[in-house]
């Protein structure tokens, strides 16, 4: 039943306050996977009541339309791989949308070390274009700082880079002389 205070507003009634936010839920959730905190976020900064918000989010985790680890499994695996970064960038970002550290922990076990250092590989190799002509030193702290960015560890970063940068040069000194310049 909808009453109206003195000021004339119209208050929402729980079964409708209950309805909106399943509106915003399932919206939220068809445009992409999201995590359990940030599905809170969205039903506070749209007005619904903490009690009403907290009811639907726990029936939706038990139906299973909302599921941290899943969700922290698929952005491991899309954002890994896809964007080259290491278990320190997807960690933060996990953490950042609210994704408990039991979760964020299975997930990252899942990633194969040895895939994380192809990933920083192929991030180096792309970018060995904008760094050819420029001195071993500065190319080494440019594609150092890219990898850093990224999460990878320090030790990873360096030898990666001399890696390729090995190959790299390698590669240029076997070319002849009027391709190579």
């Known amino acids: 039943m909808t009453s109206e205070p003195a000021s004339g507003?119209?208050?929402?009634?729980?079964?409708?306050a209950e309805e909106r936010a399943r509106s915003i839920l399932?919206?939220?959730?068809?445009?992409?996977?999201?995590?359990?905190?940030?599905?809170?976020?969205?039903?506070?900064?749209k007005?619904?009541?903490?009690?009403?918000?907290?009811?639907?989010?726990?029936?939706?985790?038990?139906?299973?339309l909302i599921d941290d680890e899943a969700f922290a499994r698929a952005w491991v695996a899309s954002r890994g791989p896809g964007k080259g970064l290491a278990r320190r960038a997807l960690s933060a970002e996990l953490r950042r949308k609210g994704v408990a550290d039991d979760d964020v922990r299975t997930a990252l076990d899942e990633l194969d070390p040895d895939d994380e250092r192809e990933a920083a590989r192929v991030l180096v190799?792309?970018?060995?274009?904008?760094?050819?002509?420029?001195?071993?030193?500065?190319?080494?702290?440019?594609?150092?700082g890219m990898l850093a960015r990224k999460g990878h560890p320090p030790g990873v970063a360096y030898a990666v880079v001399r890696e390729v940068l090995a190959e790299d040069r390698a590669d240029a000194a076997d070319l002849p002389e009027e391709i190579a310049t």
Do not use: H
């Open 47 to 64: 007005d619904v009541p903490d009690d009403v918000a907290e009811r639907l989010l726990d029936r939706f985790t038990e139906v299973g």
């Open 26 to 45: 399932l919206n939220q959730l068809t445009a992409q996977a999201r995590s359990r905190s940030q599905l809170a976020d969205k039903l506070a900064a």
């Open 9 to 16: 507003e119209r208050v929402e009634t729980e079964a409708e």
């Open 125 to 144: 190799r792309r970018r060995l274009r904008s760094v050819r002509g420029v001195e071993t030193a500065r190319a080494t702290q440019r594609l150092v």
